[in-house]
Nanobody, 127 residues
Framework: QLHLVESGGGSAQPGGSLRLSCAAS????????ISWFRQAPGREREAVAC????????SYAGSLKGRFTISRDNAKSTVFLQMNSLKPEDTGIYYC????????????????????WGQGTQVTVSS
């Protein structure tokens, strides 16, 4: 079973950037689509982005596309989330997970849910 560990969280000012990493072990990362989720204080967990097994297909929550970029390096068993133009509302705990369901409906790649989860990394955006 894939074991995931997030890192790279911390504090940033509005407009700043952070790069999160999700390191995998225990199985071959390239066999799994990976999603990033986040949970803000007092709110439900929400999906952020997803990448397919090869890294060739990605999907994003609509409001985040253009600011966040998901990528992966299977040789290094790591998935990344580059976050730019950060806003205070991006504050929360960020988790990576193996995607529970993937779809290519109508030629559009998407993911839903998560199976194996990391422990999360805190991101705080404030001035």
């Amino acid at each position: 079973q894939l074991h995931l560990v997030e890192s790279g969280g911390g504090s940033a000012q509005p407009g700043g950037s952070l790069r999160l990493s999700c390191a995998a072990s225990g199985a071959t990362l390239g066999s799994y689509a990976i999603s990033w989720f986040r949970q803000a204080p007092g709110r439900e967990r929400e999906a952020v982005a997803c990448v397919d097994e090869s890294g060739g297909l990605t999907s994003y929550a609509g409001s985040l596309k253009g600011r966040f970029t998901i990528s992966r390096d299977n040789a290094k068993s790591t998935v990344f989330l580059q976050m730019n133009s950060l806003k205070p509302e991006d504050t929360g705990i960020y988790y990576c997970a193996t995607a529970a369901h993937i779809s290519y409906l109508g030629g559009v790649f998407s993911c839903r849910g998560g199976d194996s989860w990391g422990q999360g990394t805190q991101v705080t955006v404030s001035s």
